[in-house]
């Protein structure tokens, strides 16, 4: 994780907030070496080695978001897809140049979540060079568990791991976090103050990495299905929801629906949102 | 997929979430009155700040005032005893006041333009005014500085009939640090230069010195240069949630006037929605080179005006603040001024007369 | 004039030496710790005071003037 991360907690005594925050830094910690795919030993890793291999057991905890993320790829038609990485061989967003179509087609047969052989506990990648990543998910996911350690522990948290927060309750005196939402299209200075009291926030936004070839923008969020950046999408999309892993999800999947993101925003009930253009 | 969330182990919170705050306008109304039949002012106030495009910001504010009542015409020593007489007449003006700012953000930093216009029958003031401010030490100080320029004209069609003009340039620069979780200072230089018409055309001295009588007209010299010094301090109490607030400013002219002013402010909520916040301010001066209250001469610098003699002033005030649902904010506030040449350490100026006035402020804030 | 100049020096000094994190400004960034929180009131005292009094100025660039002299 290279994004700055914070936790900021409020206890009882500074003694109780600090191991407070270090129980929870720690659970993040723990999910980080359990997900990341920069790490070798990562379940993760072991599942990308084995594809065109054999299948591989999971945990418990990897399993139920390997559950999560079906539910989330089926209910979202095929747009939320943690085989998706792929892409990232080919689309080098430091590079500035944007790969060639037949690349990006010889790419296709790698991605899908309905080439996934996934039966609890085991799962299978049936072709070399296929993967999955828990981009869209691992972070959010430690941002509700560290949240969780923190209230579980008595402790009023705001936790922002890299720009997914979770507020398991209002500050003291029932004031609110303040957490300054940025215009993307304006470079840092201009940013709204969300008054948070509770809920967890998660952006998706393409905005920081993108490649701007022929007066085009094309932007680092791919529709699994063609490779390439929805046209006609939000610059960024953040979203209020009950715990982080959803409000993830539902951003990132509304980026996908492009010009469609805010009328799709609006019909799901019990989040609310804001969408950048 | 919310349903899937819920089989994970994670807790499930309710969302709560107030409006994202980017753009704020408000209404003033500032009522004053001065004692003994002399001026009253009332003051209504529209104001709005807003980002209008991407990386711009605007500001806009529009003032009426009307004013009424009597004020200072002529001191005279009549009798013996000075004595200062205000205007038979009771005047009624207005003045006007509209001023846009447009700001436009570069990375942490900005520049501002402005434009000032004030109107009143006999007086037009119109400013343009500059300033940038620069981020330095991931935003734990801020460097300000500015320039303006202002064009006065007077214009008089009693008798005899005047049109008077006025520049005055300015330039500014400040210091904004943040000296700990718990406090902000801020350190600001302002010098001034104008030039033309300073004279109050509508007082004048009456001076009967053994059998002769002058006449003299307020006249002042035609060039005011000044230097201001204010720094502002604020600090945090967190076992009361309080907020200090210490102003001082030291302003030194060349009309010979030296001042200092401290101004002290203690904000303290009594609850979510109220907030009270008391303000004591002293300020002292000295009186002009020119100021006397008798003349030897009818023609030549001199002037009679209180506002450049030697006083002291305190300005007691207590505001009030309550916060309606997320949005918006209501604030009262009342204050006493009174002036009084006693009041300066190291002594006023003999015979001025106590000057007594109050103030009234109401104002509603919206956040959008 | 000169003691006024040590303060002066002595504040600029004072830059740097303290470094107050992102995470830390909380209580800043409350409103009661703005100088002015409401730029209209602020704009009327300053105006009042300068009708009455000598001084004025050092708030900021771009004032309106008026008739008060």
């Known amino acids: 994780m290279s994004c700055r991360n914070e936790i900021q907690t409020f206890s009882e005594t500074r003694a109780d907030a600090q191991a407070a925050a270090d129980q929870a830094i ?18 993760v890793s072991r599942i990308n080695e084995a594809a065109g291999r054999g299948p591989v057991v999971v945990d418990e905890e990897t399993a139920g978001l390997l559950d999560y993320a079906a539910t989330a790829w089926r209910e979202s038609a095929g747009l939320f897809d943690i085989t998706s990485g792929v892409f990232r061989r080919i689309w080098n967003f430091s590079s500035g140049r944007i790969p060639d179509a037949e690349v990006v087609r010889a790419c296709l047969p790698l991605v899908g979540w309905d080439k996934v052989v996934w039966q609890r506990p085991e799962i299978h990648l049936p072709a070399p060079g296929m993967e999955i990543d828990f981009g869209g998910l691992g972070k959010e996911y430690a941002a509700d568990r560290a949240a969780g350690v923190l209230s579980g522990l008595g402790c009023i948290a705001l936790v922002n791991l890299g720009g997914d927060i979770v507020a398991s309750a209002p500050r003291p005196g029932d004031q609110p976090w303040l957490i300054g939402i940025r215009n993307p299209q304006a470079t840092p200075g ?3 103050k969300l008054p948070l009291y ?36 939000p610059a960024s999309v953040s979203v209020l929801a009950a715990n982080c892993l959803l409000a993830g999800t539902l951003a990132t999947v509304a980026m996908l629906r492009g010009g469609e993101a805010k009328n799709w925003l609006d019909s799901i009930e019990a989040v609310s949102h804001v969408v950048w253009t | 997929m919310a349903a899937a969330a819920a089989t994970l182990p994670l807790t499930s919170l309710p969302v709560r979430a107030g409006q994202i705050e980017e753009a704020k306008a408000g209404l003033n109304l500032f009522s004053y009155q001065e004692r003994d039949g002399r001026i009253g002012v009332l003051a209504p106030t529209a104001w709005v700040q807003a980002p209008v495009a991407r990386d711009i910001d605007l500001e806009a504010r529009m003032t009426f005032d009307s004013v009424a009542g009597a004020s200072p015409q002529y001191v005279s020593n009549e009798g013996g005893n000075i004595v200062h007489t205000l205007s038979s007449a009771s ?25 000032d216009v004030s109107s009143e029958h006999d007086y037009l003031s119109q400013t343009l005014s500059a300033d940038a401010k620069f981020e330095f030490l991931n935003k734990n100080v801020t460097w300000a500085v500015g320039a303006s320029v202002t064009g006065d004209a007077i214009g008089f069609t009693g008798f ?4 008077g003009k006025r520049t005055t340039r300015a330039l500014f620069t400040g210091i904004t640090q943040l000296l700990s979780p718990t406090d902000i200072l801020q350190s600001n230089l302002a010098y001034s230069n104008g030039r033309g018409y300073f004279n109050d055309y509508y007082e004048y001295t009456v ?17 005011r240069r000044s230097v201001s010094w204010l720094t502002r301090w604020k ?5 009361l949630a309080a907020a200090l607030g210490v102003d001082y400013r030291y302003y030194q002219d060349s009309w010979g006037i030296r001042s200092h002013m401290a101004e002290a402010s203690w904000h303290q909520p009594l609850s979510s929605t109220w907030a009270v916040r008391p303000v004591v301010r002293y300020y002292t001066q000295n009186a002009a080179d020119f100021y006397a209250t008798t003349f030897a001469f009818s023609s030549g610098v ?10 002291g002033a305190v300005t007691l005030a207590l505001n009030f603040s309550a916060r309606l649902g997320d949005r918006d904010t209501l604030e009262m506030g009342a204050g006493r001024y009174v002036q009084r040449a006693s009041w300066r350490s190291g002594g006023g100026s003999p015979d001025l007369p106590r000057f007594d006035a109050s103030y009234a402020m109401l104002g509603w804030t919206r956040s959008f | 004039m000169s003691r006024h100049c040590l303060l002066i020096l002595a504040l600029l000094a004072l830059a740097g030496c303290a470094n107050v994190e992102p995470w830390q400004r909380g209580y800043l960034a409350k409103p009661e710790m703005a100088f002015d929180p409401n730029p209209a009131t602020a704009v009327q005292m300053q105006h009042m005071y300068a009708s009455k009094e000598a001084a004025s100025g050092g708030y900021g660039v771009g004032g309106g003037g008026c008739g008060c002299n």
């Not at chain 1, 720690?26 to 379940?43: F, G, N, T």
């Not at chain 1, 905005?207 to 022929?214: G, N």
């Not at chain 2, 436009?104 to 520049?111: E, K, Q, Y």
């Open chain 1, 26 to 43: 720690a659970e993040v910690h723990r999910l980080e070496r359990l997900w990341s795919r920069y790490r070798p030993d990562s379940i």
């Open chain 1, 190 to 192: 201009i940013f709204g």
């Open chain 1, 198 to 233: 509770s809920g967890a926030l998660a952006t998706s936004g393409d905005y920081e990495r993108c490649i701007v070839a022929d007066g085009r923008r094309y932007g680092h969020i791919l529709d699994p299905h063609s490779g390439w950046p929805v046209p006609g999408g």
């Open chain 2, 91 to 115: 005047i009624r003006e207005w003045r006007k006041e509209g001023m846009l700012k447009a700001t436009r953000w570069i990375g942490d930093d900005s520049v501002t333009l402005g434009a």
């Open chain 2, 160 to 163: 005899p009939a005047i049109q």
């Open chain 2, 207 to 223: 001076s009967f010195l053994g059998r002769r009588a002058f006449l003299h007209r307020d006249q002042r010299p035609d060039s």
């Open chain 2, 235 to 239: 600090h945090y109490v967190p076992d």
């Open chain 2, 302 to 311: 001199g002037s009679s005006d209180s506002r450049l003699a030697a006083f």
